[in-house]
């Protein structure tokens, strides 16, 4: 079982509003990931971290922002919550090589009225 | 760029039966890895099978296998003996060794009919 927790994992929130969505790891992984995920369909990467201090947009643009001061803390903040953000949110985390597996979070499922 | 295809958006299997859900990647690496994950309604994605690219056995774990042909570039998994857990979201993926890259498809939708 991984050891990756997201809060919150629903999330209703006004349009306007500054938003943090909260992903730890305590398995002391370096690589970090944000994927925006609408139900069912397919993986967006938004942010994605190589560890303390790095932060790199993916592929997907993003009004997000991330930070990694702690290697077991990658938080996303959204400065103005708009209709258009609400989607699912993963947080996923990766310890390298030999294995480069992904380790994914719950997921936190965000509704901007 | 690499790419990963699932060209089936979603499968069905009658329980206890055997299923093969397809999966096509490009690249020009030689040194990879290939994943299958499952994503079960609303509950948390999971690591169902992995392959290195530089083996040449099939990966296999219980009920999973792989069919993993690295000259056509394809890595297509295996469900035997189909139960009714195994319904959920079916994601292939692709990761570079050593470096962020980790891609997925567009995931294939199981159904397993009782």
């Known amino acids: 079982e991984a050891d990756i927790y997201q809060t919150p994992r629903y999330l209703v929130i006004g349009t306007g509003k500054k938003i943090t969505l909260e992903c730890s790891q305590t398995?002391?992984?370096?690589?970090m990931y944000w994927y925006q995920q609408d139900p069912g369909m397919e993986l967006h990467l938004i942010h994605y971290s190589y560890g303390v201090n790095s932060t790199e947009k993916g592929d997907l643009s993003s009004e997000s922002t991330v930070s990694r001061i702690r290697t077991e803390h990658f938080p996303l903040t959204l400065e103005s919550a708009r209709p258009s953000h609400t989607s699912q949110y993963l947080c996923?985390?990766?310890?390298?090589?030999?294995?480069?597996?992904?380790?994914f979070g719950p997921g936190t499922r965000l509704l901007v009225l | 760029a690499q790419t990963v295809t699932q060209s089936q958006p979603e499968m069905s299997v009658q329980e206890a039966e055997t299923v093969t859900l397809s999966c096509t990647y490009d690249t020009s690496e030689s040194d990879y890895y290939l994943f299958w994950y499952k994503q079960p309604p609303s509950r948390q994605m999971i690591l169902v099978i992995r392959?290195?690219?530089?083996?040449?056995q099939n990966a296999t774990e219980n009920r999973f296998s792989v069919n993993f042909q690295k000259a056509a570039k394809s890595f297509s998994l295996k469900i035997s003996d189909s139960q009714l857990g195994d319904a959920a979201m079916y994601f292939c993926?692709?990761?570079?060794?050593?470096?962020?890259?980790?891609?997925f498809g567009t995931g294939t939708r199981l159904k397993v009919l009782a």
């Open positions: 993926a692709y990761s570079d060794s050593g470096t962020y890259k980790y891609i």
């Open positions: 398995m002391g992984h370096d690589k």
């Open positions: 392959q290195e690219a530089y083996k040449q």
């Open positions: 996923a985390s990766n310890p390298g090589l030999p294995k480069e597996t992904q380790y």
